[in-house]
């Protein structure tokens, strides 16, 4: 079996983010910053860390900040300059000529509808989707591009949640494991009553170009949507499908709580401003 080499990367970012406004009424909830870096930043980073050769950006109307962010500031940098202050901080940021990539999705048709708009920017490739709101530490791709490398097909994210919580996620119906390899049998999507595991998973994808054939036919599935489970789940026994536990920290960033969570546990491991936000914590807290 010849395992091609995954270079591309699809970030669904059309979201209007509703559930933070006011703050994203003008502004992409994926800028929404951790400490002093927004959300999709950690996720490209993610990504490029893992080998990610090419960045491809699904937007609609509203995001020019997320992609001018990505891109060269001439007035900021010569200010900068002029000043004689440091670009340390923003010198990584601008990707190469031709990355990223940036295609519409008109209407909010799903996640499924999202990825299936990089379409033509795939091709015949396998890709790896990154949902910014899911802010993963440790390395999470990185590790899945490893296990995809020996295994090949469809690896998932997976991410062990209590058995109290599987009914608000997407589970995986479990077959053989090997170590951090687990067998997908079937995707369970919110289930009721007793789950099949309680592997959920978290927002990163690495995916055969044949999901883009399935989502094609735009049938829709829950909520009125285009679903990227259920495109993945018609996969399932055609070609190796594995879920890859992390083991690093996720936090749930399209979650107001997760998002001040991620804010002060990433502030705390700063050494520049953990010692002061940790002695704020502790006066507060008591």
């Known amino acids: 079996m010849t395992i091609k080499p995954v270079r591309k990367a699809v970030f669904p970012v059309a979201g209007l983010g509703t559930r933070f406004l006011p703050a994203t009424k003008a502004m992409p909830k994926e800028m929404l910053t951790v400490v002093d870096k927004p959300l999709i930043q950690y996720a490209v980073e993610e990504a490029l860390e893992a080998g990610i050769e090419q960045i491809i950006f699904v937007t609609g109307r509203g995001k020019g900040a997320l992609e001018d962010h990505f891109d060269i500031s001439y007035e900021l940098e010569a200010t900068m300059k002029a000043r004689g202050k440091s670009l340390s901080a923003i010198e990584n940021i601008r990707q190469k000529p031709g990355s990223p990539v940036y295609v519409r999705q008109q ?148 979650d107001k709580a997760g998002w001040v969570t991620a804010n002060l546990a990433l502030a705390l491991e700063r050494e520049d401003i953990g010692p002061a936000v940790r002695e704020f914590a502790q006066a507060r807290l008591g």
């Open 107 to 254: 209407e909010p048709l799903g996640l499924g509808h999202a990825v299936w708009c990089a379409r033509e920017i795939v091709g015949d490739e396998p890709f790896a989707v990154l949902l910014p709101d899911e802010l993963m530490v440790g390395g999470f791709m990185r590790q899945m591009v490893e296990a995809y490398n020996q295994v090949g097909g469809n690896v998932i994210g997976a991410l062990e949640v209590p058995d109290s919580e599987t009914d608000k996620y997407g589970i995986i119906s479990p077959g053989k494991v090997e170590g951090r390899l687990t067998e997908v049998k079937a995707l369970v999507e919110k289930p009721k009553g007793k789950a099949p595991s309680n592997l959920m998973i978290p927002g990163r994808y690495i995916l055969q170009p044949e999901v883009m054939q399935v989502l094609e036919s735009g049938e829709k599935g829950a909520g009125g949507e285009i679903q990227l489970t259920d495109a993945m789940e018609k996969l399932i026994g055609k070609q190796p499908f594995h879920g890859f536990t992390f083991d690093g920290e996720r936090y749930d960033c399209g």
